[in-house]
Nanobody, 127 residues
Framework: QVQLVESGGGSVQAGESLRLSCAVS????????LGWFRQAPGQEREGVAR???????KYADSVKGRFTISRDNAKATLYLQINSLKPEDTAMYYC?????????????????????WGQGTQVTVSS
């Protein structure tokens, strides 16, 4: 059973940085992918970054250059470094896992291909 627990969110000023963490258990790192999604009130869940088992990464255009996804297999932790935070980054951030296939193109950041989800960590950015 894959379990995901996010942490690291908070309330920050625009321009500051945060590093989100996701503790991963029960997941096989040899296949599939891990990803970060976010959902603002009244909006659909949006995929922002994913990393496949081979280290391949993909980012949403809206976050390229500011967000960096990484993982530490020894610590069984997935990270999302967020720099130059903007008020529009305010959302609940979720960690997700897909344990069977690394998708590319439009499916890479689609929530429908991820079967395991954490509870989320809130990020609030004020101007």
């Amino acid at each position: 059973q894959v379990q995901l627990v996010e942490s690291g969110g908070g309330s920050v000023q625009a321009g500051e940085s945060l590093r989100l963490s996701c503790a991963v258990s029960g997941y096989t790192y040899t296949r599939g992918s891990l990803g970060w999604f976010r959902q603002a009130p009244g909006q659909e869940r949006e995929g922002v970054a994913r990393m496949c088992s081979d280290g391949d990464t993909k980012y949403a255009d809206s976050v390229k250059g500011r967000f960096t996804i990484s993982r530490d297999n020894a610590k069984a932790t997935l990270y999302l470094q967020i720099n130059s935070l903007k008020p529009e980054d305010t959302a609940m951030y979720y960690c997700a896992a897909n344990d069977y296939k690394c998708y590319s193109a439009s499916w890479a950041l689609s929530s429908v291909v991820y079967g395991y989800w954490g509870q989320g960590t809130q990020v609030t950015v004020s101007s």
